[in-house]
């Protein structure tokens, strides 16, 4: 029998930041569901969890590395940044919305600060973030008798 680690609150997190994004989105339709350009933005965002480490990818496309900062205070990671426009345009449609972002996430798992690294290529941002000793899952046989 295996013993599994339960974060009873890790299914709230995970509904405020639907609920947060959801808010995000709404405010940047028009009346008839038509997305528009607005000066803010957000980047999409995966976080996904391996044995070792979290890991966090926002696709950050048309953006230059520099543009982006990281920063991980406590268990909240927050990526934010600017997205600069094209040159001057005449466009025909345009979808892409640009200017400044922020995004910050809890991570509800205790991290290795100091072990932590991003890689920005081909307009994804992954940052890794290896657990904490302590908070890496530990399997335990348990006899049953």
Not at 99 to 116: E, H, I, M, S
Request: hydrophobic content about 35%; glycine content about 6%.
């Amino acid at each position: 029998m295996n013993l599994m680690h339960w974060d009873p609150f890790g299914d709230l997190r995970t509904l405020r930041e639907r609920v947060d994004r959801l808010f995000e989105e709404s405010l940047a339709r028009s009346p008839h569901q038509e997305p528009v350009t607005i000066h803010a933005w957000s980047p999409v965002v995966d976080i996904y969890e391996v044995p070792d480490a979290l890991v966090v990818e926002a696709e950050l496309t048309g953006m230059k590395q520099e543009d982006v900062d990281i920063e991980l205070t406590g268990d909240t990671l927050t990526i934010k940044g600017e997205r600069q426009p094209s040159p001057e345009r005449e466009f025909l449609r345009q979808e892409r919305s640009y200017g400044a972002f922020q995004r910050a996430f809890t991570l509800g798992v205790p991290v290795d600060q100091t072990k932590v690294k991003a890689r920005y290529r081909d307009g994804l941002l992954e940052i890794t973030l290896p657990k904490a000793k302590q908070a890496r899952p530990k399997q335990v046989k348990i006899e049953v008798g």
